[in-house]
């Protein structure tokens, strides 16, 4: 039989399209450096500023793309104070010089602290006094509702295909969507929770599908991609507090019995009982902590080997440091699969826990 040429193999196309990825985003990087060169010429390359800026969450898009000049999208910003509500643009933090400045609002001026928006004394300084709840469209969300709208765009697709073709074999992204549901279904949700496994599909395919979505799209390195919604620990909170109510409106008599009344003697419950509840918050405790880690890793390690480039002021170390990055993309390529697989497998894993029903052992039959 003849083996097929590894220049011809799936792994390989996917490195290249990672490297070209990482090339983008290198040149993206360049344009970006010497545009902070320029505004500061004294003032020697700071890796943290460009690293944490992609990790954090901020009050608009900035946009980069290939061979054009960055720019930033401003985003809603939604406050409410002891004065009232108040909605305005967040470029409006900023002046012609693109520098950050006070606004005036309707009822307070306002200003930028290390991305926190707060109310400025008459010196335009933070006012600590005034409390500020801000429900602003930050670029988390809007990245959120970005790859909410990716999803119902294309299972949308997916439905109408099969509502038009029934009985007939998946064409197109259908054929392409089947597998990995049917994946979902028959290798995650079976095997952990068993015959219950259909109330819980639709909780598992969300959870899969949302997390791998953003993870992909957090890879690609220019608008509308490029940032990093599941290394957010907000957003893996909000994800890992979901599966702790599942898990505990599910939860059988025989999963508190468990927990409150196990059959062990009865001066080991001093110490069982806390354990057990502790363990409660810590399943779920271990998704966030796994997805948020992860993602943000991956994000930091790449970004710090490109910014070893302008750390050493030469193209020089180009080369290196762009191989260990391709090599690095491709590896995030693979997390950005296991890590949607890992979530939604012990997702499924502590609800067949909690739905598992006893069985009392009553001698060995014949």
Known sequence: MEKRSILNSKIFKLSRICALFVALLAISGTAFSQEKANNNPDKPYDPKVAIFEHIGDAHAWHVSLPLVKEFSIPLPVIIYTNKGLEVFMSDKFYN??????????????????????????AAGKPDETVRVLDFSITRNVASMWLGMIVLLIIFGSVSSTYKKRVGKAPKGLQSFMEPLIVFVRDDIAIPNIGVKHGKYMSLLLTLFFFILINNLLGLVPFFPGGFNLTGNIAVTLSLSFIVLLVINFSGNKYYWKHIFAPDIPLWLYIIMVPVELIGIISKPFALMIRLFANITAGHIIVLSLISLIFIFKSLAVSPASIVFVVFMDTIELLVAFLQAYIFTMLTALFVGMAVEEHHHEHGAEI
């Open 96 to 121: 012609a010089n693109n520098e950050e400045t006070a606004y005036q609002g309707k009822n307070y001026a306002y200003v930028l602290e290390n991305g926190k928006i707060k109310v400025a004394d």
